[in-house]
Structures are given as C-alpha cells and as structure tokens.
C-alpha cells in the first residue's frame, strides 16, 4: 500500500508541476482534466502525509519501549500507542477505500430513462412519480435536470420519459438507481379498496462526448417531427423534434425539449452515443467472462431492487435488505441514504475481491 501511495504522491507533483505550465494552461480541456486529477489525488496524499506521521510516531514509541529503563517515559510511549495504533487502523481503513479504482465515468453527466412496467395505468402513474422523486433529488443536489423525450400514459405521468441530468459527479451517484422500483398501493382507478403492485424500470447511462466512442454518421437516419409539451400541449408547429436511428444496432433515440433543431439534434446525439456505449461495454464484458448484471431487467414485478409500500409508508431497497419507514420523505427526493449505502456495499464487495485475487 505505502508503495501504492508513493506513486500517487509523484503523480500529484507532477500534475502541480503540469498546471503551471504555459501551454497547459492555455488548453482549456486538457487544463480542466488535469485539475479535477489533482483535485482528486490531493485528498489522496493529504491522507498519505497524516498516516506517514502516525506511523513515524508509532516507530519512534516502539523505540522507546525497546531501549529506554526510565519507567516514566515507558508509560508515556505506552499510552502514546494505545492512541495511534486505533487512528492507524481508522486511516489504512480509509485509504483503502480510497485506493479503490473509480469507473471514469463517475464524474459524467447522466440519461435517465423511467418506462412504465407491468401494472397498466398505474405504472405509468408511478413513472410520473419516480421522475417527479428525481427531479426533487437532483434539486437537492444543484443538478440540471431536463425532460428530452417522453410519451404520456393514458391517465397520467408516462409510459416513457428521457432526461439529461447535468452536474457534478452525476453518472457516479445516480448509476445505483438503475433497475425495476416496484410500488404497492391502492390506485387512484382502484374502486374497492384494494392494494395494487405494479412497477417501473428506470436505466441510467453515462453521457458520452465526441471523442470517446466512434460514430459512423453515415451509419445514423435523421428524422424531424413536431414536438409536443408534456401532458399533450402542442410546443411548436414546426420540425424541430429530432429522432435518430442507428441502423447496425436499431437503437433509436429522440428529443424534443428545444426549440431548436441543432440543439434537439446535440441532445439526441449524445444519448444515441451513450446507449451505444453502454452495448459495447456489455458485450466486452460478456467477452472477457465478466459477471455483470444487466441494468434493467424485464420490468416484471418480481424482477425488482426497490419497493415503495404505501400502506406501511416503508421503502426497501432488496439489493443490501435496507428498509426505512418514511415514505414521503423518500418521494420527495430524500434517496441519498440508499446511494450511501449501496455504494458502502459496492466498495466492501470490491475490497472482498481485492483480497482475494
């Protein structure tokens, strides 16, 4: 680990060294890129600098133990160890998390795609309610989030909505989200009473820029259509919805948020990008023989990671068996303790496996 360390610390003074430098400086994307791994390896090596002072202090203790007769200093370098040696094990704890590989992508933007799953008309309802959760969620959070393309369900909220969500390490919290939230409650359309399930699957897709998947435009039909508002209200009359279809793969991907083609048309781009990404990393791991779970899954009922009970007022995420009994508080975009949580897990789980290779 200390070896681990060292080589961070050389990064981190080379990346200091880097920024000063005239033509860095003066290439705005690559001066950007390189702040945010300073920024990053900092917290990094000032760990470092504080475990290597605890670790001097701790060699200097023991030296005392082994050498020095006067009873007194004894006891000091004693009750001096019994206080380092916990903080030692508190900070190689915290720098193993830290050593953690990050996946790049983290700190990306964000697609975030909620369809209606089994359940009719409810389900659809639902999906109204988890965009309305996410929307609250990344307000709490000082996101961007914009609707890009939706279709309205026949009683309410949406069969499908797709939207960017724009801000810092987004892709990174929002990831954990992706898969079947399966709600329990008695429908609005219900008559008798009666306690409904029904569900709805929400995907999350790292944004992708131009230089980091390679798109045959040739490859890409460009359609324009009128767009529509949400709830049916017309926006504009004229062609400045932008629906693309990737041939090769069938993927089709549309926004109609702007009044402007070009912009629908840079919206429409990335996420077709972004989907394409996240098929070519599937099938590499798929190649490589690596276990990864789809992120979505059919949209079935049973095929879930999340239950939101009405009834009960309790929200239990099925993937680290965490319940919590304030259900409103949850809707209204309080969902960060779950992402703590599922990232905890994803971390323990990596170190588990660390351990064992």
């Known amino acids: 680990m200390i070896d681990k360390l060292e080589e961070i610390k050389k990064r981190f003074e080379e990346v200091g060294q880097l920024l000063v430098q005239p033509d860095v400086v003066s290439d705005m994307s690559n001066y950007t890129k390189l702040s945010k791994e300073y920024k990053d390896l900092e917290k990094i090596v000032v760990i470092y600098k504080e475990y290597s002072n605890i670790l001097s202090n701790i060699k200097s203790a023991k030296e005392v133990l082994k050498t020095e007769k006067d009873q007194e200093f004894r006891e000091l370098a004693k009750l001096e160890l019994e206080d380092l040696e916990p903080q030692q ?4 704890e915290q720098i193993k998390h830290m050593l953690i590989p990050k996946d790049p992508a983290d700190s990306k ?19 109204g309610d988890l965009l309305r959760m996410y929307q609250k969620f990344a307000e709490k959070q000082g996101w961007s989030l914009s609707i ?12 499908k909505v797709v939207a ?21 409650r008695v429908p609005a359309t219900e008559t008798q009473g009666r ?27 460009r359609d324009e259509f009128c767009s529509s508002g949400p709830g049916g209200q017309s926006v504009n009359t004229t062609y400045s919805a932008i629906r693309l279809t990737h041939i090769p793969t069938g993927v089709v991907v549309q926004c109609q948020d702007q009044k ?9 781009l990335k996420e077709l990008k972004s989907r394409l990404y996240a098929m070519e990393l599937q099938r590499h791991n798929e190649e490589v023989g690596a276990e990864r779970r789809s992120m979505i899954g059919s949209g079935d009922r049973s095929d879930k990671i999340r239950t939101y009970n ?15 009994h304030n259900l409103p ?5 309080e969902i960060m303790n779950f992402i703590d949580e599922l990232r905890m897990a994803e971390n323990a789980e990596k170190l588990k496996e660390g351990a064992m290779e």
């Open 329 to 333: 508080t949850v809707m209204d975009g």
């Open 89 to 92: 094990e508190e900070l190689e």
């Open 109 to 127: 933007n964000a697609i975030l795609e909620i369809r209606a799953g089994a359940g009719g008309d409810e389900a659809a309802i639902f999906a």
């Open 164 to 184: 960017n969500v724009i801000g810092a390490d987004v892709y990174g919290t929002l990831k954990y989200e992706s898969g079947v939230h399966r709600v329990q």
């Open 260 to 268: 402007s083609k070009l912009k629908n048309y840079d919206k429409a």
């Open 195 to 221: 306690v409904h399930t029904s569900a709805a699957s929400v995907v999350v897709l790292p944004e992708m820029d131009d230089v980091e998947i390679d798109l045959d435009l040739n490859d890409v039909r």
């Open 148 to 159: 890009t393309d939706f279709v309205d369900g026949t009683a309410g909220g949406f069969s």
């Open 310 to 324: 009405y009834p009960q007022g309790r929200v239990t995420d099925h993937r680290i068996g965490m319940s919590v």
